[in-house]
Structure formats: structure tokens, C-alpha cells
């Protein structure tokens, strides 16, 4: 799914009335994360 529909299914489901927990990180290109600090974070978030 790409960042623009992430952004807009997160502001439709708070519209809604429900919780969301949502993180976008800015950095890493294609593979999420740009060092093994990101990567773990990524990772633990699921």
C-alpha cells in the first residue's frame, strides 16, 4: 500500500471514531529503514 492511501485509510478511520496508531518513517527508502535502529523499530512496531 503506498504512504498516500496509508494517509487517507488512517483519516477515514479516525473520522470514524477509532484508534490509530500510525507512524511513517521519512527515511530508508524501498526497504523501511535507513539503520539497524529504524529496522528494529519497524520490526517491533509489525
Known sequence: ???????????????QGHDV???ENTEG???GAANHEQSA???ADG
Open 1 to 15: 500500500m503506498f504512504r498516500c492511501q496509508v494517509r487517507k485509510m488512517a483519516a477515514k478511520m479516525l473520522e
Open 21 to 23: 496508531i500510525y507512524y
Open 29 to 31: 527508502g524501498h526497504a
Open 41 to 43: 523499530t519497524v520490526e
